[in-house]
C-alpha cells in the first residue's frame, strides 16, 4: 500500500516540493542564524564595552586614590554581570590592587559554546582622571565568560531550526492532500480509460475529460490525447520516414565524429610536444640560474681578494700618514673600499644562499650581548645624525640561544644600518622578547616611511621603496633582500609595517631553542643591598631610554623613587640635558652615589662617586655603576673564561709567526700588522713552501690561506697533522671565504681557529691571543 503511495505524481510532487522547501528552509534558518550569531557578538562586545566604560571613571578614581575598599565593592558589582567571571584593578607598576572572580557555569553544552564564542575574553581599559591625563593609573581588566550569550544564541538557533522543521512537515501534509484531490484523482481516471483502449484500433479511441477540468491543464491534456490519437497513422507513417533519414544522418555522424577524433588525436600529440619542449626550457633556466650563482659567487671572492690588498694597505698608509689632507683622503678611500666589500659581502652571501650553499650554525650564543654590541656599534652612527637609538630587551631574555650568531647579528646590523640610514630625527627602537618557543627581534624607527606599493618591494634584490628614496640616500637595496633569505633559511618570519611619513616597524620571529648552559650569577646579597638603597630617578619621562632602564631596575626589585620628592638613594641623572645643571645637583647630592646616564657619547666625571653608564643601555654596564655608586665594588657577579673571547689581560709575548699567503700584498699587509703587534714573521708562498719553513725552524703558531697554487692550505695542514711533531702547533685559516662551510671545511681539515679577509689588527690580536703557547720557546734558526 506504501509503495503504490509513493509511485504517486502527488507523493512524488510533494516530496519534492518539501525537500525543496526544507533544504531553502535550512539555509535561510542557517543565514538568519549566522545573522543573529554576529550580531550576538556584537551585542555582547557592546554589553560588556558599556559595562567597563560605566565603571572606568569610578575605578579611575579609586586608583587614583588608592581606595582598596570601594575597589572590591566595585569588582564585587560588576561580578553581578551574569557573564563577569574576574575583574581586577592593576595599577601603574603592572600589580594587581584588588581582584573579584567567580567560577563558570558547567554545561554539557558549554563545548559548543565555547568553539563558537572562545572559553572567555578579557577587556582592558586603561585608567586615568580628566585632570591628569598624562598620569597613568594602571588599568581595569575584565574577565567575561561567553557561555551567558552562547547558550541564548544556541537557544534562538534551536528554536528556529525546530520551528522550521514543523513547518516543512505541516506543509508537507497540505500539499500532499491538495495535490491528490486536484492532480492524482483526475489522472486516475484518464488512466483507467486508456487502460481500457484496444491495441488493434487505438486511433477510434476517445478519452473522457474530468469534471471541473475541462479548461485546465488535464482537460487541454486530454483533448490534445485524442488529437494525437487521430493523428496516429499519419504519425506512423511520418516515424517510419524518419527512421530512414535517421540511419543516414548517424552514418554521416559517424564519419564526422571519427574525422573530429583524428584531428584530436593530431592536437593532443603536438600539445604533449609543446609539454616537453616547456619542461626543457625549464630545466635550461634552472641550470642557468644555479650557474649565474656559483659564477657570482666565484667573482666575488676572486674580486674580494685583490681588494682586502687594496683595503690593508689603505690601512697601513692611513697609520703612518701624518698630513691631515692625505689622511683625509686616505679615510674616504678606505670608507669606500669598505663598503664596496660589504657590497661584494651581500652579493656573495645572495648568490650562495640562491645556490643552496649556506649553511648555519647551532651554537650557544648570547643574544642580550650580540643586540648590545649591534647596538653599541651602530650608537656613533646615530648620534652624528642626532637620533636616540635605544635598547629595549626584555628583562627576562634567557641568557643563551641555540642558533647561528653570525648570521643573526647579520640581520640586525642590516636593520638597525636601514632605520638609521632612513631616520632624520627622533628614535630607533631595538626591542627583544621571547615566548612560545620564538623570539622576537623588532626594529622600530621614526623614518620617513614607506607607500604601500613600496612595501611589496623591499625585499626584492636592488630594489628600494622608490627611485626618491635611491637618490636622497642612497643604497643598493641588497640588505634586506639578504635578511629575508637568511629569516627564512632559519624557519622564522620576517614582516613589515610602515606608512609614509610616520616610520617603519620590522618584526622579525626566529624560532630559536633555550640553551641551558652556564649563566652569570648575581650575588642575592648584592641586590638586596640595592633594593635597599633604591634608586632617584631624575631622568625625565621624555627620556626614551628611561623605560628601559626602569624596567631592568624592576626586574632586581630595586625601588625607583623621584629624585625631587626622595632626596636620598643613589642618583639617576640624565647626563645630557643641561651638563653643568646636572653635574652640579649630582655634587651637591647627600645620598648614595650617582650615576650620569650618557646618551651623547661624551659625558666624563672625575669625582670618585660619580660613575657614567653609556647609553643604549648595556645591562652588565648598568649593575656594574649600580655597584659602584652604591659602594659595593664589583657586586660579587661572577663570570665563567671564555676561550673564544681571548685570555686575559696579560701581554702576549713575541712569537714566532709562519704567514703562509701566495698575494704578495696580501702578505705586506699582514706582515706589516703583527710586525706591529710585536712578532717575527716569515712568508711562505705555498702549502709545500710551508712544510719546508716549518722542518727548518720552529714556530709558534702558522697562519695559512687555503686557497693557494701548488699546495692549498687544507692539504698543507692535513700533512702538518700527519707528523707527530705539529700535532700540538696552532694553524689559523685566513681566508676571503665568508660561509659557514667553508669554517667547517677549514676545521674538519685540522686547523685550529679561522679569521677572515681583510686582515683586521684587533682580530689578529685575539686569535694570537687564543692560541699563543703560555711559554713559548725561544726560535732557533736551524
Given at each position: 500500500?506504501f509503495?503504490?503511495?509513493?509511485?504517486?505524481?502527488?507523493?512524488r510532487?510533494?516530496?519534492?516540493?518539501?525537500?525543496v522547501?526544507?533544504?531553502?528552509g535550512?539555509?535561510?534558518?542557517?543565514?538568519?542564524?549566522?545573522?543573529?550569531?554576529?550580531?550576538?557578538r556584537?551585542s555582547?562586545?557592546?554589553?560588556?564595552?558599556?559595562?567597563?566604560?560605566?565603571?572606568?571613571s569610578p575605578?579611575?578614581?579609586?586608583?587614583?586614590?588608592?581606595?582598596?575598599?570601594?575597589?572590591?565593592?566595585l569588582?564585587d558589582?560588576?561580578?553581578?554581570?551574569?557573564?563577569?567571571?574576574?575583574?581586577?584593578?592593576?595599577?601603574?607598576d603592572?600589580?594587581?590592587?584588588?581582584a573579584?572572580?567567580?567560577?563558570?557555569?558547567?554545561?554539557?553544552?558549554?563545548?559548543i559554546?565555547d568553539?563558537?564564542?572562545g572559553?572567555?575574553?578579557?577587556f582592558?581599559?586603561?585608567l586615568?582622571?580628566?585632570?591628569l591625563a598624562?598620569?597613568?593609573?594602571?588599568q581595569?581588566?575584565?574577565?567575561?565568560d561567553?557561555?551567558h550569550?552562547?547558550?541564548q544564541?544556541?537557544?534562538r538557533?534551536?528554536n528556529?531550526?525546530?520551528?522550521?522543521?514543523?513547518?516543512?512537515?505541516?506543509l508537507s501534509?497540505v500539499?500532499?492532500a491538495?495535490?491528490?484531490?486536484v492532480?492524482?484523482r483526475?489522472?486516475?481516471?484518464?488512466?483507467?480509460?486508456?487502460?481500457?483502449?484496444?491495441?488493434?484500433?487505438?486511433?477510434k479511441v476517445?478519452l473522457?475529460?474530468?469534471?471541473?477540468?475541462k479548461?485546465?491543464e488535464?482537460?487541454t491534456?486530454?483533448g490534445i490525447?485524442?488529437?494525437?490519437?487521430?493523428n496516429?497513422e499519419?504519425?506512423?507513417?511520418?516515424?517510419?520516414?524518419?527512421?530512414?533519414?535517421?540511419k543516414n544522418?548517424?552514418s554521416?555522424?559517424?564519419?564526422?565524429?571519427?574525422?573530429?577524433?583524428?584531428?584530436?588525436s593530431e592536437?593532443?600529440?603536438?600539445l604533449l610536444?609543446?609539454?616537453?619542449?616547456?619542461v626543457r626550457?625549464k630545466?635550461?633556466?634552472?641550470?642557468r640560474?644555479?650557474?649565474r650563482?656559483?659564477f657570482l659567487?666565484?667573482?666575488?671572492h676572486e674580486?674580494?681578494?685583490p681588494?682586502?690588498g687594496?683595503?690593508?694597505?689603505?690601512?697601513?698608509?692611513l697609520?703612518?700618514?701624518?698630513?691631515?689632507?692625505?689622511?683625509?683622503?686616505?679615510?674616504?678611500?678606505?670608507?669606500a673600499?669598505?663598503s664596496?666589500?660589504?657590497?661584494?659581502?651581500?652579493?656573495l652571501?645572495?648568490?650562495?644562499?640562491e645556490a643552496?650553499?649556506?649553511?648555519?650554525?647551532s651554537?650557544?650564543?648570547?643574544?642580550?650581548?650580540l643586540?648590545?654590541?649591534?647596538?653599541t656599534?651602530h650608537?656613533q652612527?646615530?648620534?652624528?645624525?642626532?637620533?636616540?637609538?635605544v635598547?629595549?630587551?626584555?628583562p627576562?631574555?634567557?641568557?643563551h640561544?641555540?642558533?647561528?650568531?653570525?648570521?643573526?647579528?647579520?640581520?640586525?646590523?642590516?636593520?638597525l644600518?636601514?632605520?638609521?640610514?632612513f631616520?632624520?630625527a627622533?628614535t630607533?627602537?631595538?626591542r627583544?622578547s621571547w615566548?612560545?618557543?620564538?623570539?622576537r627581534l623588532?626594529v622600530?624607527?621614526?623614518?620617513?616611511?614607506?607607500?604601500?606599493?613600496?612595501?611589496?618591494?623591499i625585499?626584492?634584490?636592488?630594489?628600494?621603496?622608490?627611485?626618491?628614496?635611491t637618490?636622497?640616500?642612497g643604497?643598493?637595496?641588497?640588505g634586506?633582500?639578504?635578511c629575508?633569505?637568511?629569516?627564512?633559511?632559519?624557519?622564522?618570519?620576517?614582516l613589515?609595517?610602515?606608512?609614509?611619513?610616520?616610520?617603519?616597524?620590522?618584526?622579525?620571529?626566529?624560532?630559536?631553542?633555550?640553551?641551558?648552559?652556564d649563566?652569570?650569577?648575581i650575588?642575592?646579597?648584592?641586590?638586596?643591598?640595592?633594593?635597599?638603597?633604591g634608586?632617584?630617578?631624575a631622568?625625565?619621562?621624555?627620556?626614551?631610554?628611561?623605560?628601559?632602564?626602569?624596567s631592568?631596575?624592576?626586574?632586581?626589585?630595586?625601588?625607583?623613587?623621584?629624585?625631587?620628592?626622595?632626596p636620598?638613594?643613589?642618583?639617576?641623572?640624565?647626563a645630557?640635558n643641561?651638563?653643568?645643571e646636572?653635574?652640579?645637583?649630582?655634587?651637591?647630592?647627600?645620598?648614595?652615589?650617582v650615576?650620569?646616564?650618557?646618551?651623547?657619547?661624551?659625558?666624563?666625571?672625575?669625582?670618585?662617586?660619580?660613575?657614567v653608564?653609556?647609553?643604549?643601555?648595556?645591562?652588565?654596564?648598568?649593575?656594574?655603576?649600580l655597584?659602584?655608586?652604591?659602594?659595593l665594588?664589583?657586586?660579587?657577579q661572577?663570570?665563567r673564561?671564555?676561550r673564544?673571547l681571548?685570555?686575559g689581560?696579560?701581554p702576549?709575548?713575541?712569537?714566532?709567526?709562519?704567514?703562509?699567503?701566495?698575494?704578495?700584498?696580501?702578505?705586506?699587509?699582514?706582515?706589516?700588522?703583527?710586525?706591529?703587534?710585536?712578532h717575527?714573521?716569515?712568508h711562505?708562498?705555498?702549502?709545500?713552501?710551508?712544510?719546508?719553513?716549518?722542518?727548518?725552524?720552529?714556530?709558534?703558531?702558522?697562519l695559512m690561506?687555503c686557497q693557494?697554487?701548488?699546495?692549498?692550505?687544507y692539504?698543507?695542514t692535513r700533512?702538518?697533522?700527519?707528523?707527530?711533531?705539529?700535532?700540538?702547533?696552532p694553524?689559523?685559516?685566513v681566508?676571503a671565504?665568508v660561509?659557514?662551510?667553508d669554517?667547517?671545511d677549514?676545521?674538519?681539515?685540522?686547523?685550529n681557529?679561522?679569521?677572515?679577509?681583510?686582515?683586521?689588527?684587533?682580530?689578529l690580536?685575539?686569535?694570537i691571543?687564543?692560541?699563543?703557547?703560555?711559554s713559548?720557546?725561544?726560535?732557533?734558526?736551524s
Open positions: 500500500m509503495n503504490r503511495i509513493r509511485q504517486r505524481l502527488s507523493y510532487l510533494t516530496r519534492d516540493t518539501v525537500l522547501a526544507m533544504v531553502l535550512l539555509v535561510l534558518n542557517l543565514i538568519q542564524i549566522t545573522l543573529d550569531y554576529f550580531t550576538a556584537e555582547m562586545d557592546r554589553e560588556v564595552r558599556a559595562l567597563i566604560e560605566i565603571s572606568q575605578a579611575s578614581q579609586i586608583a587614583y586614590n588608592i581606595d582598596v575598599r570601594l575597589a572590591e565593592e569588582l558589582g560588576l561580578l553581578q554581570h551574569p557573564a563577569t567571571i574576574d575583574a581586577r584593578i592593576i595599577d601603574s603592572g600589580q594587581t590592587m584588588a573579584a572572580s567567580q567560577s563558570s557555569p558547567v554545561s554539557r553544552y558549554r563545548w559554546s568553539l563558537l564564542f572559553a572567555s575574553r578579557v582592558n581599559e586603561e586615568q582622571v580628566p585632570q598624562d598620569l597613568p593609573l594602571g581595569l581588566v575584565v574577565t567575561i561567553t557561555y550569550y552562547g547558550i544564541f544556541l537557544t538557533a534551536t528556529t531550526l525546530i520551528i522550521g522543521l514543523l513547518k516543512s512537515l505541516a501534509g500539499l500532499l491538495i495535490f491528490y484531490f492532480l492524482t483526475p489522472m486516475m481516471n484518464v488512466i483507467n480509460a486508456l487502460s481500457q483502449v484496444r491495441a488493434s484500433s487505438p486511433e476517445r473522457p475529460i474530468p469534471e471541473n477540468h479548461g485546465d488535464i482537460g491534456m486530454v490525447i485524442n488529437q494525437h490519437l487521430e496516429m499519419v504519425s506512423v507513417a511520418k516515424l517510419r520516414s524518419a527512421e530512414s533519414a535517421m544522418y548517424s554521416q555522424l559517424e564519419r564526422e565524429v571519427e574525422d573530429r577524433t583524428r584531428e584530436i592536437k593532443n600529440e603536438a610536444r609543446g609539454n616537453r619542449a616547456l626550457a630545466e635550461d633556466a634552472v641550470r640560474a644555479r650557474a650563482a656559483n659567487a666565484s667573482m666575488s674580486i674580494r681578494t681588494l682586502n687594496v683595503l690593508g694597505m689603505l690601512g697601513l698608509a697609520e703612518s700618514e701624518k698630513d691631515a689632507g692625505q689622511r683625509n683622503r686616505l679615510e674616504i678611500a678606505l670608507n673600499g669598505e664596496l666589500l660589504g657590497l661584494l659581502n651581500d652579493i652571501d645572495i648568490s650562495k644562499v643552496g650553499k649556506l649553511s648555519l650554525e651554537i650557544p650564543f648570547s643574544m642580550r650581548k643586540i648590545e654590541e649591534c647596538a656599534l650608537a652612527q646615530a648620534r652624528r645624525k642626532g637620533i636616540n637609538l635598547n629595549e630587551t626584555a627576562d631574555l634567557p641568557e640561544f641555540l642558533g647561528d650568531p653570525t648570521r643573526t647579528r647579520q640581520i640586525l646590523n642590516n636593520l644600518s636601514n632605520a638609521i640610514k631616520t632624520d627622533g630607533v627602537k631595538i627583544t615566548s612560545g618557543g620564538s623570539l623588532e622600530i624607527d621614526t623614518g620617513i616611511g614607506m607607500s604601500r606599493e613600496g612595501l611589496h618591494r625585499f626584492s634584490p636592488f630594489s628600494q621603496a622608490d627611485t626618491d628614496t637618490r636622497l640616500y643604497g643598493t637595496g641588497l634586506l633582500t639578504l629575508r633569505q637568511l629569516v627564512e633559511r632559519m624557519h622564522g618570519q620576517i613589515v609595517d610602515s606608512k609614509e611619513g610616520t616610520g617603519t616597524h620590522f618584526t622579525v620571529t626566529l624560532p630559536l631553542p633555550v640553551h641551558q648552559g649563566e652569570p650569577e650575588a642575592e646579597g648584592v641586590l638586596r643591598r640595592l633594593s635597599d638603597i634608586i632617584a630617578m631622568l625625565p619621562q621624555s627620556n626614551p631610554h628611561r623605560l628601559a632602564i626602569e631592568q631596575l624592576r626586574s632586581w626589585n630595586i625601588p625607583v623613587r623621584s629624585a625631587s620628592r626622595h636620598e638613594g643613589i642618583l639617576l641623572i640624565d645630557a643641561s651638563p653643568r646636572s653635574l652640579a645637583f649630582a655634587n651637591d647630592w647627600r645620598g648614595e652615589g650615576i650620569l646616564a650618557d646618551q651623547s657619547g661624551t659625558a666624563t666625571s672625575n669625582h670618585p662617586r660619580h660613575c653608564v653609556a647609553l643604549p643601555l648595556r645591562r652588565d654596564d648598568l649593575f656594574r655603576c655597584c659602584a655608586a652604591g659602594g665594588g664589583s657586586g660579587g661572577s663570570t673564561p671564555d673564544s681571548g685570555t689581560q696579560q702576549i709575548p713575541a712569537l714566532n709567526i709562519l704567514l703562509v699567503e701566495d698575494n704578495q700584498v696580501n702578505q705586506l699587509v699582514a706582515s706589516s700588522l703583527l710586525k706591529k703587534l710585536g717575527r714573521v716569515d711562505a708562498e705555498n702549502g709545500r713552501r710551508a712544510l719546508e719553513a716549518l722542518q727548518n725552524k720552529t714556530y709558534d703558531l702558522v690561506d693557494m697554487p701548488v699546495m692549498d692550505g692539504e698543507a700533512a702538518i697533522r700527519q707528523n707527530p711533531q705539529w700535532q700540538t702547533l694553524v689559523i685559516a681566508t671565504n660561509m659557514q662551510g669554517r667547517e677549514c676545521l674538519a681539515s685540522g686547523m681557529d679561522y679569521i677572515t679577509k681583510p686582515y683586521n689588527r684587533d682580530e690580536r685575539a686569535v691571543a687564543r692560541w699563543a703557547p703560555l713559548p720557546e725561544p726560535p732557533t734558526d
